[in-house]
């Protein structure tokens, strides 16, 4: 009986074994946090960094990343082991729809950085393999604030990039923590500098603070007046400086955007010299789409450059200034500039965008309305041309992508 023991004992060693050369077992288990609408923001806010992936067990995509962000989170892990540093998470779209909803989730999986509970505008759109997934994640870890040793190292910054410079008493204050914070949420957007003790004294006259430099070398700095213990305060004050609410578009800031962001854009073709209907873009976005910073990119180009998405909408720089969405797969045309001057008018454009009222219309017609019973519509479908940077949206053979008809989103 003791033999046979014995003999069973190897003989599961030898198995365990044999499949873990075949790489059929795992030698630890996955940490994954599985959120729900009763855990995802305690979950997610005491994180300093979270990757979550959003998926649909129907998905053959989301099936395929299941073992490769698994492994990944496990050699995270090994490094980073507090769950206050780094959290691997999932959300079953299916299963807690509105969560998915909330995060805008049109595609399966997504994978989504949250910084202290703020999701980034930038998904992750590397590779998706378990090395790029765990060299992501380090990359994060790496700490955004160049230390300053001298006052002069704070007079050459790189005057082309948006500085925001913090000088410090200490490291070990509440202030240097909160705009530490503040530093890795918009670390993508602004380069980050602090001076401590008496490398920093002479800016410190009213004690800590921080200070933006604005890309040129004539363009006088600006001050932070607020308490720098407020996070709150000090992060609305950078994003401010650092996220201009619309942005230039070229051909090679909208290839980064695209393929970073995943966000559809909100585009002001207009001629370079036309500085009027800028403004009048930026006042309106500002006024009717701020709470919609974190679903579509707003964006001005200048007509002549982009003379051939214009042709896609049949338009010509003569046609500016001219408003259009383009969500990657087909490019819709705001009905008129002038239309600006309707309250709500532009925000109803996004609006439509997201419930799928543009798409819905492009293949069936206008929806119905309260129109006198017997009378016809005169509107029929529409027809939107294809989009113009289709070709630096992620890779249709990375998704599942939410629609009817997938070729037709």
């Avoid at 949250?114 to 998904?123: A, I, L």
């Avoid at 995943?262 to 207009?270: D, E, M, S, V, Y």
């Avoid at 087909?330 to 997201?354: A, E, R, S, T």
């Avoid at 989009?387 to 992620?394: G, I, R, V």
Wanted: charged content about 25%; proline content about 5%.
């Amino acid at each position: 009986m003791k033999l046979l023991a014995i003999s069973v004992f190897l003989d599961i060693r030898f198995i365990s074994v044999l499949l873990l050369v075949m790489g059929l077992s795992s030698p630890g288990k996955a940490e994954i946090v599985h959120l729900d609408s009763g855990n995802i923001d305690e979950v997610l806010n005491n994180a300093g960094v979270a990757l979550v992936n959003f998926y649909a067990d129907w998905c053959r995509f989301s099936q395929m990343l299941h073992p490769i962000f698994e492994e990944a989170s496990n050699i995270v892990r090994e490094e980073f082991p507090s769950t206050h540093q780094v959290v691997f998470a999932r959300v079953d779209c299916d299963q807690h729809s509105d969560i998915a909803q909330r995060y805008r989730i049109n595609k399966y999986p997504t994978l989504k950085l949250f910084r202290n509970g703020m999701m980034m505008k930038r998904e992750y759109r590397g590779q998706r393999s378990v090395v790029a997934i765990a060299d992501f994640i380090r990359q994060q870890q790496v700490d955004p604030v160049k230390e300053l040793l001298t006052m002069e190292e704070a007079n050459t910054v790189d005057r082309s990039k948006r500085n925001i410079i913090g000088y410090f008493e200490t490291k070990d204050s509440d202030n240097y923590h909160a705009y530490e914070k503040v530093a890795n949420i918009l670390r993508d957007d602004c380069t980050f500098s602090a001076a401590f003790g008496p490398a920093s004294e002479s800016e410190r006259v009213g004690g800590d603070n921080m200070i933006y430099k604005p890309v040129g070398e004539n363009v006088p700095d600006m001050v932070y007046l607020g308490s720098l213990a407020s996070f709150d305060l000090a992060y609305a004050w950078a994003q401010d400086k650092c996220v201009p609410l619309v942005r230039e578009i070229t051909f090679e800031n909208g290839e980064v955007g695209s393929r970073r962001e995943g966000l559809p854009f909100l585009i002001l073709f207009h001629i370079n010299d036309d500085t009027e209907s800028l403004e009048k873009f930026q006042q309106e976005v500002a006024r009717q789409l701020i709470s919609e910073k974190g679903t579509i990119n707003f964006l001005h180009a200048d007509c002549e450059k982009f003379r051939h998405p214009l042709l896609h909408i049949q338009k010509s720089p003569t046609d500016c200034p001219v408003i259009a969405i383009d969500s990657f797969r087909h490019m819709y045309v705001f009905p008129d500039f002038k239309d600006l001057n309707i309250p709500g008018k532009l925000k109803q454009f996004v609006l439509d965008l997201h419930s799928g009222k543009l798409h819905r219309e492009f293949h069936h017609g206008p929806d119905p309305t309260n129109s006198t019973p017997g009378q016809e519509e005169s509107e029929v479908a529409s027809s939107p041309p294809k989009s113009s940077f289709q070709k630096l949206a992620p890779s249709e053979t990375r998704y599942t992508i939410l629609s009817r008809d997938r070729d037709e989103l």
